[in-house]
Nanobody, 119 residues
Framework: QVQLVESGGGLVQAGGSLRLSCAAS????????MGWYRQAPGKQRELVAA???????NYADSVKGRFTISRDNAKNTVYLQMNSLKPDDTAVYYC?????????????WGQGTQVTVSS
């Protein structure tokens, strides 16, 4: 069994920064892609950023130049550095990871962490 535990959310003023962390634990064989989604009230969940096991990254257009995703494979942890935050970034942020086992790949999600940006 594997799980993801997120931390780092909170309340910040517009223009400020936050750093989210998501640590994987359990019977880990290997982890493929990891990333972050977010869901604002009344909106669909959207991809924010993703990173492969080799470090290739992908970002939503709305966060390019402001957010940076990174990972520490030794710690099985993915990070999201969020700078120049805007009120539109307010949402619950969920991390995910694709865990590779001998015969299958399973996607696992974190419990979500609230990010609130005040104007």
């Amino acid at each position: 069994q594997v799980q993801l535990v997120e931390s780092g959310g909170g309340l910040v003023q517009a223009g400020g920064s936050l750093r989210l962390s998501c640590a994987a634990s359990g019977s880990i064989v290997s982890i493929d892609a990891m990333g972050w989604y977010r869901q604002a009230p009344g909106k669909q969940r959207e991809l924010v950023a993703a990173i492969t096991s080799r470090g290739s990254t992908n970002y939503a257009d709305s966060v390019k130049g402001r957010f940076t995703i990174s990972r520490d494979n030794a710690k099985n942890t993915v990070y999201l550095q969020m700078n120049s935050l805007k009120p539109d970034d307010t949402a619950v942020y969920y991390c995910y990871a694709f865990f590779k086992f001998l015969t299958r790949t399973v996607d696992v999600w974190g419990q979500g962490t609230q990010v609130t940006v005040s104007s």
